[in-house]
């Protein structure tokens, strides 16, 4: 069966002979260039090409920026573009023009292009239509007319709405009656449940979410119950959220609302709130001695080790994860400047809950219990999502909300295009709304070097991080070991890649471990591998190896509205 783009010679013994090798090389390059988003430039190289004539090149620019309408069939027809220019109608979110277009064809040239008048007929609301113009018999369909069947299917069957990844990977569909199916063949723990919120009441949207990335994150997680957060720096885009619940093997969790002490990570909070008080934390560490523990309101706050005098300043502090040094410029600060470092990074005053936001307790905290909140215990709780959140802030020191939301699109899942109200999105996506009143300024210009020379510290050798990043990755991290009772050990890690020139947030949560040792053991593995994987993804010195296909300008253009 011909395919949508196919063309058949026409029986208009006007038009003009066809150049079948420039013009085929002439379509493949538009439609190349409306793959990647490059159209634009695309359109001026063909420029090169001694026997493009102006017409060419006008017909050429029509059907690439979608601008073409029935009135220019005749001008398409000539060139063999009518199936790019309907097909660019198709994926701009236009189908009525589409099907204008189509319709201007005499009757034989039109039946050329059935698959595609059906997949406009599904798009305007007129399934029963599709259906009668395009029934294939053939099983050795393209991937078009699969998706196109696929919807078809669905859509008689009572689907008003779906949702795919940024990939336009289906994720869930909305039937009549009002139930969401999540779809059957994607593997446990790949869906946040907020993300289920974002089916709209008709036609469909597209997530941030990457499954293809998800699905390898989740497999690095074997059996623990957890998390991983990754998220894009630039744009804020939640591109995974994987996460395993404890025996569950649900396709979706609610492991973003998860809230667990942050443990170590929150010295980094510590370490701006000395700055911002006007501590030189660097020279102040410097002067301190670890003996294993310090004593506060006449009660002990052990150290993994006994230290000795912290030579190496913040970042050997860091490092090493020194609880005496972080406790000490706690106890330096008031209870209200450490309360109020909390604020801005976005934690609430209460008893926690199932918000994607941490908190801290709401009433006065004596030494002792402000020690322990400088180092991330007791007093303290996060998400994941969270986690991965502050990890983003800490790459340029701007709070900013996390995204779910990437498109709308329609039935068919190829036709991403932004909201025509980007408020309107933003107001949409779960996790927008949650993060949005906390944005802000939060860490000075003047200590990103510091707070990032001592992440980078974490990483390398002697680090609680050491080892986990491939050779040749350069990475930001801090580690973090807590435990709840009832419950048993969790970790906190979070970081950043590639360091000098972040492209990636990330936050793994494992959950549950047996003892301290042994969760640290399993996170240490399955970090190692989440960094190879984002490695491959996100190379140091480059852009990202698998592109968005197509959604990067939709992303980066949502954020600026968010902004």
């Known amino acids: ?5 196919q063309v058949t010679a026409s029986e208009d013994v006007s038009a003009p002979p066809a150049r079948p090798a420039r013009l085929r090389v002439l379509s493949w390059l538009v439609i190349g260039a409306l793959v990647s988003g490059f159209s634009a430039v695309s359109i001026q190289s063909l420029r090169s090409f001694d026997e493009a004539t102006d017409e060419k090149l006008q017909a050429l620019e029509l059907a690439a920026t979608g601008t073409a309408g029935p009135q220019d069939v005749e001008e398409l027809r000539s060139h063999h573009l009518v199936g790019l220019a309907v097909k660019t109608h198709l994926d701009g979110g236009r189908p009525d023009q589409a099907l204008a277009m189509l319709a201007a064809l005499p009757t034989t040239e039109r039946d050329t292009h059935r698959a595609t008048e059906a997949a406009a007929l599904l798009e305007s609301g007129d399934w029963r239509e599709s259906l009668q113009r395009w029934n294939p018999s053939s099983d050795q369909l393209g991937a078009f007319e699969r998706r196109l069947l696929d919807a078809q299917e669905e859509v008689a069957a009572g689907t008003v709405s779906r949702l795919f990844d940024r990939h336009g990977v289906l994720v ?16 446990p723990g790949l869906i946040p449940r907020e993300a289920l ?7 469909g949207a597209r997530l941030t979410l990457d499954l293809d990335l998800s699905r390898k ?23 995974a959220a994987v996460g395993r619940e404890y025996r569950s093997k649900s396709i979706t969790h609610s492991m973003l609302s998860q809230q667990r002490e942050p443990a170590s990570i929150a010295k980094l909070i510590t370490s701006t709130a000395a700055l911002r008080n006007g501590v030189d934390i660097d020279e102040r560490i410097t002067r301190m001695r670890c003996g294993g523990a310090i004593t506060l309101s006449g009660e002990p706050l052990y150290c993994t080790s006994i230290k000795g005098r912290l030579r190496g300043g913040l970042d050997y502090a860091m490092a090493t994860s020194c609880n005496v040094a972080f406790a000490r410029l706690g106890h330096e600060l008031t209870h209200k400047q450490m309360f109020e470092e909390y604020y801005r990074y976005g934690f609430g005053r209460g008893e926690g809950g199932a918000s994607q936001l941490g908190y801290i307790p709401s009433e006065r905290l004596n030494d002792r219990e402000v020690g322990d909140l400088s180092i991330g215990l007791n007093y303290v ?19 900013r909300p996390p995204r779910l939301l990437l498109a709308s699109d329609g039935l068919l899942g190829s036709s991403p295009r932004l909201e025509l109200d980007s408020s309107e999105a933003i107001a949409r996506d779960p996790l927008a709304r949650v993060f949005d009143s906390h944005r802000g300024h939060v860490i000075e210009e003047a200590w990103l070097d510091e707070i990032h020379g001592s992440m980078a510290a974490v990483a390398g050798p002697g680090g609680t991080a050491s080892r986990f990043a491939p050779r040749g990755y350069p990475i930001a991290m801090k580690t973090g070991t807590g435990q709840t009772t009832g419950v048993g050990f969790h970790v906190n890690y979070i970081g950043f890649a590639p360091r000098d020139n972040p492209q990636v947030a990330f936050a793994l949560r494992l959950d549950r471990g047996r003892t301290s040792r042994r969760i640290r053991r399993e996170a240490s593995y399955v970090a190692g591998q989440i960094l190879r994987i984002l490695r491959r993804s996100y190379p140091a010195g480059g852009s990202p190896a698998q592109g968005s296909r197509g959604t990067q300008h939709l992303e980066i253009a949502a954020a600026a509205a968010a902004d």
């Open 1 to 5: 069966m011909p395919s949508e783009n």
């Open 172 to 187: 869930a569909s909305l039937t009549t009656d009002g139930h969401t199916t999540v779809n059957p063949e994607l593997s």
């Open 197 to 203: 919120e974002l089916i709209p009441p008709s036609g």
């Open 217 to 239: 994150l989740v497999r690095t997680m074997g059996r623990n119950p957890g998390a991983v957060v990754v998220l894009d720096v630039a744009t804020g885009a939640v591109l």
């Open 381 to 399: 709780e996060i998400t994941p999502l969270h986690a991965a959140v502050f990890a983003r802030t800490l790459t340029d020191g701007w709070l």
